[in-house]
């Protein structure tokens, strides 16, 4: 009686063996990968430490979208200062480059001009290794002048992570990573912090749609062109600092993230409005001072410039409090991981393509052929 009882358990156990791997052989690849794959892409592994960082928003325009490509324009901004330098590079634009950045390259008799396609003015460049060394003392000076930071996080917005990548191969070209990653902690992007507190209040996470909704900015207010780097780089910061000091930490439903991105664009477009009655006020006062002008001496209408220049300094982006700062480098801390994470995954990618071109020898022949022989 037991061993007939074994060789029932026996032959059960072999039929559920069976049947498990038959539904794991009909289930579909991308469901077999997430069983086996336990890991998130959402939740970042590796954040960065907490400490006091000095944020800066940064861009490029390129040639293209691939790793081979070359740097056109760096553009990298702060409240206090802004930095912006176009390349002259050794390939011309691609035709999708050159119709998002409105740039082309131009050659004169023996030399090479990058040439603007809306205004038709020749820019002002410099070589990519004289602009990287530039850019380094700009980014080094900024931190020199934050007295008790840590180091510097970039803030780009990007839906697929570009811009970490292309500076770090500029500057591994020109063996001056280990200068840059002596300032430069980590690269924080904007767009993972808008996905997750706009994500149903906005169906584009565009910079143009979130420079309007966010921001609160008006087609006519939007003061730049969003193929330009300068521009991009101001709006990362700027929106990254808005949907981060709305609300520091991360809400606990997506409700209340798509109410913390309303209220964010509430307060904005308060703020426009606060800014025009500003405005009209100060042109009040300017009419006013003229007609007084007119009828007063000349030491009186030596004054009014002054005046002017302060109005106009006034209207320009708000400084960074330390209250924002604190507050951005809550969030951006959790989504940002230390430099030395980019460097590895670029460095695995390279591995992988040079995989990829050793096995193509062996499908030369194959793909050569045409597809009725293959």
Same mark, same amino acid.
């Given at each position: ?168 191969? /500029?500057?591994? @070209?020109? =063996?001056?990573?280990?200068?840059? #990653? *002596?300032?430069?902690? %980590?690269?924080? $992007? ?53 949907? /981060?000091?709305? @609300?520091? =930490?991360?809400?606990?439903?997506? #409700? *209340?993230?798509?109410? %913390?991105?309303? $209220? ?65 480098? *809550? ?44």
């Amino acid at each position: 009686m037991v061993v007939g009882a074994e060789e029932s358990k026996a032959q059960v156990e072999e039929q559920q063996l069976d049947d498990s791997s038959f539904d794991e052989c009909d289930t579909p690849a991308g469901i077999l990968s997430s069983k086996f794959d336990k890991t998130d892409l959402a939740i970042n592994t590796d954040p960065l430490p907490y400490g006091k960082y000095t944020l800066i928003g940064i861009d490029i325009d390129t040639t293209g979208r691939r790793l081979i490509d070359e740097i056109v324009q760096i553009s990298a901004f702060t409240p206090d200062h802004q930095y912006a330098q176009y390349i002259i590079p050794l390939m011309n634009l691609n035709p999708a480059a050159r119709q998002r950045h409105q740039v082309r390259v131009i050659t004169v008799g023996f030399f090479r001009m990058v040439k603007s396609m809306q205004n038709y003015r020749v820019m002002k460049t410099k070589p990519e290794a004289a602009t990287l060394n530039d850019f380094l003392d700009w980014l080094e000076a900024r931190l020199k002048e934050d007295v008790g930071s840590e180091g510097i996080v970039l803030v780009y917005n990007e839906q697929r992570k570009f811009v970490p990548y292309m500076v770090i191969e /500029a500057l591994k @070209k020109y =063996k001056l990573l280990d200068r840059f #990653t *002596e300032s430069v902690k %980590s690269f924080a $992007n904007g767009f993972r912090l808008a996905e997750e507190r706009c994500n149903k209040t906005i169906k584009f996470l565009s910079i143009h749609q979130l420079a309007k909704i966010v921001l609160g900015e008006n087609d006519s207010a939007l003061e730049g062109f969003e193929g330009n780097a300068a521009y991009r780089a101001k709006m990362a910061f700027e929106i990254t600092r808005r949907l /981060a000091t709305n @609300k520091s =930490k991360h809400a606990s439903s997506p #409700t *209340e993230a798509d109410e %913390s991105c309303v $209220n964010s664009s509430d307060d904005a477009t308060s703020s426009t409005a606060d800014e025009d009655v500003s405005n009209s006020e100060t042109e009040k006062v300017e009419k006013s001072s003229e007609k007084s002008a007119t009828e007063a001496d000349q030491n009186d209408t030596e004054a009014e410039p002054e005046a002017t220049q302060d109005v106009a300094q006034s209207v320009g982006p708000k400084q960074l409090s330390e209250e924002e700062r604190v507050k951005m480098c *809550e969030v951006l801390c959790e989504l940002a991981s230390p430099i030395s994470t980019e460097i590895s995954e670029l460095d695995e990618q390279e591995k992988i393509l040079v995989r990829q071109n050793s096995l193509r020898p062996v499908f030369l022949l194959y793909f050569k052929t045409t597809i009725y022989h293959r």
